[in-house]
């Protein structure tokens, strides 16, 4: 090999060695700027706890939401997944989907957990066109995770609970706030309309649960009943189921009486 090859070769190799060097270095700076890939694997179904489930009006499909941080769309005839709408995937508690709602109309999804809005935060609630699946409004008030969400029965109204111990009051007009529900102690934990929209019953971490006046905000009665976390309240007519944990214990003849309008009481205690 002559002088002049070697000289060549050796060349090469040291350019060879710097690039080397220089795209290692390179995949290095990009690893720390970036988040690792994450492989997804989509099993058919969901792959965490799902908290809430709604049917759509017709009964065909019934929608999901879980801490895998999807939503979806089961064809209820075959039990089979037909749509997933993914939203923000990100490490730890970020992303979660703790509460769902559909509008009677069956034209707008509502979901909240601990979702990030524009500002930041955890509180953010987004509204979803269900046929598009397309995130059409944000809306940004709760301080913390959201975690109870129902729309009125006429669909002009939507509200929300959240781990910030307010409820909210939203019009589906422009989803702006129409009404700021405070005076609760602990996580809002459900919120529901009476069948005529003008009133919100709302369920805490408190034990207790209120029955709030949307025309101007007032607490018009505190039920104080409970001895342990109220989870859940559902509208019958004029009357309210209430259920408490860990016992599942129905109160229903407390709240009957006082969404009818008159006083009631339970353990002792007098309401409205």
């Known amino acids: 090999m002559t002088e002049p090859l070697k000289r060549a070769l050796g060349a090469s190799a040291r350019l060879l060695v710097m690039l080397a060097t220089a795209c290692v270095a390179f995949a290095q700076a990009a690893s720390a700027e970036e988040p690792a890939p994450r492989l997804v694997l989509d099993t058919g179904g969901h792959m965490a706890l799902v908290r809430n489930i709604d049917f759509t009006a017709d009964g065909t499909h019934l929608i999901s939401a879980s801490d895998d941080k999807e939503i979806r769309i089961w064809n209820v005839e075959t039990g089979q997944t037909e749509r997933v709408i993914r939203g923000e995937i990100a490490d730890g508690e970020d992303g979660k989907l703790l509460a769902l709602a559909l509008s009677p109309d069956g034209k707008t999804l509502a979901v909240g957990g601990k979702l990030a809005g524009l500002n930041g935060g955890s509180g953010a609630i987004r509204i979803i066109d269900l046929k598009s699946g397309e995130v059409t409004h944000l809306l940004e008030g709760h301080a913390d995770g959201v975690l109870s969400l129902t729309f009125s029965p006429d669909s002009r109204l939507l ?114």
């Open 159 to 272: 509200a929300s609970g959240s781990m910030d111990d307010t409820a909210m009051v939203w019009s589906t007009a422009d989803y702006t706030l129409a009404r700021r529900i405070e005076g609760h102690h602990g996580d809002i934990n459900a919120v529901r309309f009476t069948r005529d929209g003008k009133r919100l019953v709302t369920a805490s971490d408190d034990t207790a649960l209120g029955l709030w006046d949307l025309e101007d905000g007032h607490l018009i009665a505190q039920l104080s009943g409970h001895t342990d976390v109220a989870i859940s309240v559902e509208s019958v007519g004029k009357a309210y189921r209430i259920w408490e944990a860990p016992s599942a214990r129905l109160t229903a003849p407390v709240l009957e009486a006082v969404a009818s309008g008159l006083p009631a009481s339970a353990a002792g205690e007098t309401f409205g």
